[in-house]
């Protein structure tokens, strides 16, 4: 059964950092491109970054540029998400998602639960 289980989240002050993780199992996920997206309350889901199967071609939101960073390792079949000067409107859940397809949208087959982030002012 395929599975996307997040971790990482938490609460933090602005300008802080957080490290998110994503495990993948089930699947040849190693061979997927990923993705992080997050939904704030009241909002809908946007994309935050996604990377290639290769970890050679690599989106970001401009929302996100400079401060976050997606990388994997294939041998562990994991994705993270390094957060960094965090700000208040980065509160969101995160979600992890995996697809065939490396894009910048939400049709991504398969989705974790989410983790959640809060940051503080």
């Known amino acids: 059964q395929e599975q996307l289980v997040e971790s990482g989240g938490g609460l933090v002050q602005a300008g802080g950092s957080l490290r998110l993780s994503c495990a993948a199992s089930?699947?040849?996920?190693?061979?997927?491109?990923m993705g992080w997206f997050r939904q704030a309350p009241g909002k809908e889901r946007e994309f935050v970054a996604a990377?290639?199967?290769?970890?050679?071609?690599?989106y970001y939101a401009d929302s996100v540029k400079g401060r976050f960073t997606i990388s994997r390792d294939n041998a562990k079949i994991t994705v993270y998400l390094q957060m960094n000067s965090l700000k208040p409107e980065d509160t969101a859940v995160y979600y992890c998602?995996?697809?065939?397809?490396?894009?910048?949208?939400?049709?991504?087959?398969?989705w974790g639960q989410g983790t959640q982030v809060t940051v503080s002012s």
């Open positions: 089930g699947r040849t996920f190693s061979s997927y491109a």
């Open positions: 990377i290639s199967w290769s970890g050679d071609s690599i």
């Open positions: 998602a995996a697809d065939r397809i490396l894009s910048p949208g939400l049709l991504y087959d398969y």
